[in-house]
């Protein structure tokens, strides 16, 4: 309770500080927003000219969609310092989190705070909220824990190839490059059915990057369309635990690696 | 503007920006590999749009990959690295001691866009493997092949004119790095190079036709493609000169009346 | 309080590859290059001292700092701060610890400096009452009220190392360690830094290691010094004792009267045995007192025999040539 508090507290202390640069501060809202949001104005077009895609309406898709950029934004939200996390363990601002009497992974989740993430948060709900109501779902509450925990697990997804990679940076000084990859990776292929890819591409982004975790498998089961998965439709209701299961091991290994930090700035 | 043989600067000038490129040698392969999993991914969803139908409203799909293919290379291909110094040395107010200099500010930019189109070479060159393995290329017929050379040279003018443009706007705007983005992300989007202008809804359609950035990479991309062909290039190709016309025009309006807010300014 | 025992830290870097693509391969090669910064530390400071750090750039200084508090792992031996090994357990220790960086500030940039206290407090868990007895006798002893509210990127350098000062005591740690926090400040910013530190050991027996390059911060607050170079302890002694041990000689100060100077420059040429001379001018002389040989009361009486003297002084040769001359001298043992 006592580290929610200061968390809390860390967060709008940072953005207090923000609060200065006024104009900056709407504009790395807005374009958070708008960068998230393009992706999806391509598909949109396409799908008002084409109907749809591999069997996906419009607001099917847009459900995909809005689920990832909300899963995205809840991730980013959480974790907007480790974007900075070259330049914090080049410079030894890192050192600054180890002499405090708090986790290294809370201060390094909450001590500052960019506004950009506002606007990736706020496009995936408002993509979603309008999906949501277009969209025919049999809903349950089944579903809505499975929404819940989808748009959890998926932030857990997409975040520890992120954090994984960042455990890099203690050993080489540099991972923007490899997280830079995997945010592309994500970013394009996360809101789009799985199932319009070939075999082989399919197969990598089930099992190699498992994008396909973050909202596809989850919405083929809110959609009642367990055909489309290559196993027991069941197992589709567990798939928030991919997320869980990454964000551990990536989680561990970044701990881990912090050992080898060499506080290189004097 | 007076038209004078190329100055001996001019070429020194190219060089050292074609040498600066080393810089960017790393984020150059990451950027490539960006390329080309956004072409792989647009050719997915239109391979799957179309599904079983080989054309839609005339467009046949080999025809489409192509255009994306190709498409997808001249993105990467064409710089806009012209904006960046403009705005940077707006931003510096490097620009008052640039056209104190016995050559043109313009052809200053200019040949550092240059400079650095040669320094990227060898990437560019990479590109087009890559691009033939995640796509499809064929190669279009003689006449198509020349008036796309052309179409393609036609393109880079209305690139670097544009950006240059773009960096003009560092004048009122000081900091124009979010501009700049801005309109990098738009552009892949109203080039034409994610959506075919074909298959545009109208509005958006009249819109980008509005804009410089499909005479970028549309129009080379349709001769390329194949889909216009014979006399029927003329149009595009001329649609490109005309966009030169009118970005000279713009830019030329757009200087006098930065000199004279930088002059008022005290320089 | 705080208890090192052989330690050691060895740094391994990627050897960097040079020519194509250099940056990727860097990043994926198996070579490394070793440097040991620290070879061996060992050191004992009890409650209540303040204890000077010397070395030269380079020496292993901020190395051992970062091993004591948490930041670094040693590759070889242990130390404890107030029972605690820091980085075993860097919660607990950094409650024990208040940090001053010279060069880096611990407040947030963007913020005024009471916004940062006021973290600091919340973070420590320093009970609200006590929070605002420590910040106020704080703000009162370094005179910070004038600028508790403006925000810290805007502060002098001065204010904002009272600011940091601040920030590291706030929550009373039994331990303090201070990088060059005298650095870049001017006479009466120092004696202020100087004397806040003195008092806080004073009132709360604030165990002090200070590392500094200024002699004077070492002449004014350290009872004892430690001095460190390529990683080794050269020095471990009182601070009395560096002058003894490496400069025992007293330094004789002569101006004589205008009819002395003859003698003076006698004097000067062939100095009596222990007696050797450093500097000779028309009226003014320095020499140097060897007072094992002989002591300094028998040379001024000899002197002042022999030579019409205006004025004399004797000096203690100056910390800044002792340390500079330990340092040479390893240079030499190398």
Redesign the interface.
């Known amino acids: 309770m006592r580290l929610a508090t200061l968390s809390w507290e860390l967060v709008t202390a940072s953005i207090r500080g923000q609060m200065q640069y006024r104009l900056n501060f709407l504009i790395d809202v807005a374009f958070g927003l708008v960068f998230s949001s393009i992706g999806f104005v391509f598909i949109w077009v396409v799908l008002g000219r084409f109907d749809q895609i591999g069997g996906w309406t419009l607001s099917e898709v847009a459900l995909l969609y809005g689920m990832r950029l909300t899963s995205h934004g809840i991730w980013t939200v959480n974790f907007s310092r480790l974007f900075a996390i070259d330049r914090i363990v080049r410079d030894g601002e890192f050192d600054r989190m180890l002499i405090r009497p708090m986790p290294m992974m809370l201060q390094l989740m909450y001590g500052s705070f960019r506004m950009a993430t506002l606007g990736d948060l706020l496009g995936g709900i408002i993509l979603l909220g309008v999906a949501l109501t277009q969209v025919s779902i049999d809903w349950s509450v089944g579903k809505l824990i499975l929404l819940a925990c989808a748009l959890v697990g998926g932030a857990m997804l997409d975040g520890a190839f992120q954090l994984g990679p960042a455990a890099m940076t203690f050993r080489t000084l540099q991972s923007m490059p490899v997280r830079g990859l995997f945010d592309d990776i994500f970013g394009r292929f996360s809101g789009y059915p799985t199932s319009i890819f070939d075999r082989s591409a399919r197969f990598l982004l089930m099992w190699i990057v498992p994008v396909a975790f973050v909202a596809w498998v989850p919405a083929t089961v809110l959609l009642d369309r367990p055909a489309e998965l290559p196993f027991p439709s069941w197992l589709g209701w567990f798939s928030p635990l991919a997320g869980v299961t990454c964000i551990a091991i990536a989680g561990w290994l970044f701990v881990h690696e912090s050992r080898y930090y060499q506080s290189s700035g004097s | 503007m007076t038209i004078r043989g190329p100055h001996p600067v001019w070429w020194a000038m190219i060089r050292v920006s074609a040498r600066r490129v080393h810089i960017y040698r790393a984020g150059m392969m990451f950027w490539m590999i960006r390329s080309m999993l956004e072409l792989f991914l647009i050719l997915i969803v239109w391979s799957a749009v179309y599904g079983d139908r080989e054309s839609v409203e005339g467009i046949a799909d080999d025809t489409l990959l192509v255009y994306l293919t190709i498409s997808a290379i001249q993105v990467y291909i064409l710089p806009n690295i012209i904006a960046v110094e403009v705005g940077e040395r707006i931003e510096t107010g490097q620009v008052a001691t640039d056209l104190i200099r016995p050559f043109s500010f313009m052809k200053q930019m200019i040949a550092i866009q240059f400079g650095s189109s040669i320094g990227f070479a060898p990437a560019c060159v990479l590109v087009i493997p890559a691009a033939m393995l995640v796509g499809s290329l064929e190669l279009p017929s003689l006449t198509n092949g020349v008036a796309y050379i052309i179409s393609f040279v036609l393109a880079y003018m209305v690139s670097t004119l544009t950006w240059l443009l773009v960096g003009l706007g560092g004048f009122w705007l000081i900091n124009i790095g979010g501009l700049r983005a801005l309109l990098s992300v738009a552009s892949g989007f109203l080039s034409g190079a994610l959506i075919p202008v074909w298959f545009m809804p109208d509005a958006l359609r009249i819109l980008v036709q509005l804009l410089p950035f499909q005479a970028m990479t549309f129009l080379p991309a349709s001769i390329f493609s194949g889909q216009v062909t014979g006399t029927a290039m003329m149009v595009p190709l001329l649609v490109q000169v005309a966009w030169i016309a009118i970005l000279i025009g713009l830019i030329g309006w757009v200087w006098a009346r930065a000199q004279r807010k930088l002059v008022i300014q005290g320089g | 309080m705080i208890q090192a025992d052989n330690l050691v830290k060895t ?1 391994e ?2 050897v960097r590859i040079d020519g194509r ?1 250099s ?2 391969r ?2 994926f090669t198996r070579q490394r290059q070793r440097s040991v910064a620290v070879d061996g530390v060992s050191l004992s400071i009890a409650e209540g001292e303040i204890v000077g750090y010397l070395g030269p750039n380079g020496a292993g200084k ?1 190395t051992t700092i ?1 091993m004591l ?5 040693p590759t070889s031996g242990t130390a404890t701060v107030a029972g605690i090994v820091p980085w075993q357990d ?3 220790n ?2 024990n ?1 208040g ?1 001053v960086f010279g ?2 500030s ?1 407040l ?4 005024p400096l009471d ?1 940062s206290l006021r ?1 600091i407090g ?4 320093v009970e609200p009452v006590r929070f605002r007895q420590n910040r106020d006798m704080l703000v009162e002893l370094l005179q910070m009220e004038a600028f508790l509210a403006t ?1 810290v990127r805007q502060l002098s350098l001065g204010q904002r190392m009272r600011g940091d000062l601040a920030a590291a005591v706030l929550y009373e740690p039994p331990v303090l360690f201070l990088d060059e926090p005298t650095v870049g400040l001017d006479v009466v910013a120092k004696e202020r830094m100087r004397g806040f530190i003195e008092e806080i050991n004073r009132t709360r027996k604030t165990t002090v290691l200070l590392t500094t390059h200024d002699l004077d911060d070492v002449e004014r607050l350290c009872q004892r010094i430690l001095i460190i170079d390529q990683g080794r302890v050269l020095f471990d002694g009182p601070t009395a004792d560096v002058k003894r041990r490496y400069a025992p000689h007293r330094l004789l100060d002569i101006t004589v009267t205008g009819d002395g100077a003859a003698v003076l420059r006698e004097l000067a040429q062939s100095p009596p045995t222990g007696v050797t001379t450093s500097s000779a001018a028309e009226l003014t002389a320095s020499f140097q007192i060897d007072p094992t040989v002989v002591p300094v009361a028998a040379v001024i009486a000899e002197f002042s025999a022999r030579a019409p003297i205006a004025d004399l002084a004797v000096r203690e040769p100056e910390m800044e040539g002792i340390i500079r001359e330990i340092y040479e001298a390893r240079e030499i043992t190398r």
Do not use: H
């Open positions: 740094f870097r990627p693509f940056a990727v860097t990043m901020s970062k508090t948490g930041i670094l792992v860097r919660s607990a950094a409650r610890i940090l060069q880096r611990q947030w940039w963007d913020l916004e973290l919340k973070m420590y868990d925000p």
